[in-house]
């Protein structure tokens, strides 16, 4: 069944809801234990709105069908890109900047294929009336950190002696990765079964595939941040860091996703 306005209206709202009531309960409970996460729910909280927004805007439809306001997502997009470039921009200015030319251009042409690549799933998604899967595509990422940090401290090094990348993310575990990406595409699974006309097997494999993408992503931005000697790109997102503090689990897996997505629904682009 194809998911309509009604879904999307609903997620939008329990996510909001959920969010709002963690970013309250720790400022209410739990502020001076768990400050830094504290700082992480609010800057979601915000974040989430600007998203949903735009989102919201950019798929309302006038009485003709048309889609006029489908620039406000890819507004959206461009100032993150904008962002995302400054903050690579300045950290790689510093003195280590001549050793690690190659790295830097690489990531920022990743970065930015990842830009385009949203600006061009909104559009394929509007097209093909599948508003959801831009949504999917997102939090399916985006639930893998979460599923990683809580099976991570849950099984950290209790079957695995070894890190996953010590010399890069010293705090990432082998458990976390492997339970973590798997718990992630169980809820992304349903997610896509609620925004998306795809079969579970087919949400299940597309998250699995954006967990493990994510995890290759954020260690790449790692090690990134490792060359330059920072411990974030920047400080827009208090919690986060920087735009590309947040977006890093993004940058392999979306363009792939939009890659396949395009070639299997064929549009106007094509």
Known sequence: MMPNLASDQQFIVTILTINFLVWQGLRLFFYQKLSTVYLIARSWWWLLVVLFFCYLGSQWQDVTGNYPYNW??????????????????????????????????????????????????NHLTLFHHQHGVILFVLFASQFNDIAQYICGKALGQRLFKQ???????????????????????LLAALLGLWLTPFGVAV????????A??????D????????????????A??????????????LLIGVPLFTLIYWQAYPSVFS
Not at 219 to 234: E, N, P, T
């Open 163 to 185: 890190k996953l990348a010590p010399t890069i993310s010293p705090n990432k575990t082998i458990e976390g990765a492997v339970f973590g990406s798997f718990l992630s595409s």
């Open 72 to 121: 406000v997502l890819d507004g959206l997009f461009i100032l993150i890109g904008v962002q995302g470039g400054f903050e690579m921009f300045r950290v790689s200015r510093n003195r280590l900047a001549k050793k690690h030319t190659l790295f830097t251009v690489m990531l920022t042409v990743l970065f930015f294929t990842l830009i385009l690549s949203l600006i061009l799933l």
């Open 212 to 217: 493990v993408t994510g995890i290759c992503g």
């Open 219 to 234: 260690l790449l931005v790692s090690a990134f941040k490792r060359r330059y000697q920072v411990k974030d790109m920047g």
């Open 203 to 210: 949400c299940f494999g597309v998250a699995y595939v954006l």
């Open 236 to 249: 827009l997102l208090p919690g986060h860091g920087g735009i590309l503090d947040r977006v890093d689990s």
